[in-house]
């Protein structure tokens, strides 16, 4: 059995004071809730703080949203998986569509960074999708297998529990508009098959596949609802205590 797994992206958002708030009245609005697993993916700069108010509470990680996959060095600006696990984390997002557009992040880049996540027990939370022009020139399941390959061929890991796939078409994310929960179920299907092929079915089996892109308290249920949707990766619904908690308790 898959955990569901519901991880909040702030993305480059919340000042310490608000971020408190914000976890403070989600800890309230989700105490109790017992099955699924929540993930907490904050900028840089509120890791510390976020694990101490989550410290102690079962089912409740600290995500990180990028690293740099050298451990250490002369790299200005960047941190790497040692200082995430320094600070408590367990999960990194990688690969996100925003870095892969803005931020010159390749398949290549996204490999090494799996890499190094894997080899520091983080959990990667990878990212992957089509872009609105792929989607309609029917290039969905090309463009997802196409990343799955490049981003894992050769990644050792000898269970599903550690890695987290992401699906997130571009064109849904931050728009409003979101897949199908029937077509991203598809599209599952494919990705899990992909996993097989590289990691064994046995493995593939239990990586959590989680869909990503506007989702919100009006349609988690119908992506959760989904036999391959293990969770989601939410954006902008994730900045308000009420809605993330609604959607930890679809
Ligand atoms: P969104 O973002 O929920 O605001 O669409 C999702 C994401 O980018 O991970």
């Known amino acids: 059995m898959r955990t569901p797994l519901l991880?909040?992206?702030?993305?480059?958002?919340?000042?310490?004071?608000?971020?408190?708030?914000?976890v403070e009245d989600l800890l309230a609005?989700?105490?109790?809730?017992?099955?699924?697993?929540?993930?907490?993916?904050?900028?840089?700069?509120?890791?510390?703080?976020?694990?101490?108010l989550i410290e102690g509470r079962d089912s409740i990680y600290l995500g990180a949203q990028d690293l740099y996959w050298k451990d250490s060095g002369a790299y200005t600006g960047e941190v790497s998986a040692p200082m995430l696990c320094d600070v408590g984390c367990k999960m990194v997002i990688i690969g996100h569509s925003e870095?892969?557009?803005?931020?010159?992040?390749?398949?290549?880049?996204?490999?090494?960074?799996?890499?190094?996540?894997?080899?520091?027990k983080l959990v990667p939370i990878l990212c992957v999708g089509e872009s609105l022009e792929e989607r309609e020139a029917g290039k969905t399941e090309e463009k997802v297998v196409a990343q799955l390959r490049a981003d894992l061929q050769g990644q050792k890991i000898e269970s599903g529990d550690q890695l987290v796939i992401a699906y997130e078409p571009i064109w849904a994310i931050g728009t409003g508009k979101t897949d199908s929960p029937e077509n991203a179920n598809?599209?599952?299907?494919?990705?899990?098959?992909?996993?097989?092929?590289?990691?064994?079915?046995?493995?593939a089996q239990q990586v959590r596949l989680l869909y990503g892109g506007s989702v919100k308290p009006e349609n988690i249920a119908g992506f959760m609802n989904c036999e391959e949707i293990d969770g989601a990766l939410v954006g902008g619904a994730s900045l308000k205590a009420d809605s993330f908690a609604k959607i930890v308790n679809y």
């Open 29 to 52: 609005k989700v105490n109790g809730v017992s099955g699924r697993d929540i993930a907490i993916c904050p900028p840089f700069h509120l890791l510390a703080d976020i694990e101490k």
């Open 186 to 203: 598809k599209t599952m299907i494919i990705l899990r098959q992909t996993l097989a092929e590289i990691f064994g079915a046995e493995i």
């Open 99 to 120: 870095r892969r557009a803005m931020f010159a992040e390749t398949d290549q880049t996204c490999f090494n960074k799996i890499a190094a996540a894997i080899s520091h």
């Open 7 to 22: 991880a909040a992206n702030w993305k480059m958002n919340m000042a310490r004071q608000d971020a408190h708030k914000l």
